[in-house]
Nanobody
Framework: VQLQASGGGLVQAGGSLRLSCAAS????????VGWFRQAPGKEREFVSG??????????YYADSVKGRFTISRDNTESTVYLHMNNLEPEDTAVYYC????????????????WGQGTQVTVSS
C-alpha cells in the first residue's frame, strides 16, 4: 500500500482545512488509517484513526482535537479524509497518514505503511 497525503497549507486560527490520504494498492478497505502529526522539536503524536470496514469503521480522536476534527473514509476512492475545523496555532505540525490492517491504533510503530507528510500552519 502506498499513501499520499495532501491538503495542508497556511490558515488563520479558527479556519478549516481538509487533509486527504490517498491509497494505491488493493484491498484498501481492509486497512485502518491513522493520522499523526509532528511539530518542530516534539515527538510524533496520534491525532485520529479509523478502522477498516469489517471492524465497523470505528473512529477515535486525541483529546486535543476531539470536537474539532473529523475523520472519514471513502473506500470507492481509496481515500481517508481529516476534516479540521476551528484550527488553533497549536495544531501547526507536519501531518502524516499511516495504514495497518484491521483496527486503528494510537501507537505509530504498529503501522506498516506511511505517507509523506503535509505541512499545516495555523497563524494566530
Amino acid at each position: 500500500v502506498q499513501l499520499q497525503a495532501s491538503g495542508g497549507g497556511l490558515v488563520q486560527a479558527g479556519g478549516s482545512l481538509r487533509l486527504s490520504c490517498a491509497a494505491s494498492g488493493r484491498a484498501f478497505s481492509a486497512y485502518a488509517v491513522g493520522w499523526f502529526r509532528q511539530a518542530p522539536g516534539k515527538e510524533r503524536e496520534f491525532v485520529s484513526g479509523i478502522s477498516n470496514i469489517r471492524s465497523g469503521g470505528s473512529t477515535y480522536y486525541a483529546d486535543s482535537v476531539k470536537g474539532r476534527f473529523t475523520i472519514s473514509r471513502d473506500n470507492t476512492e481509496s481515500t481517508v479524509y481529516l476534516h479540521m475545523n476551528n484550527l488553533e496555532p497549536e495544531d501547526t505540525a507536519v501531518y502524516y497518514c499511516a495504514a495497518r490492517p484491521g483496527v486503528y491504533s494510537t501507537h505509530s510503530p504498529l503501522y506498516n505503511y506511511w505517507g509523506q507528510g503535509t505541512q499545516v500552519t495555523v497563524s494566530s
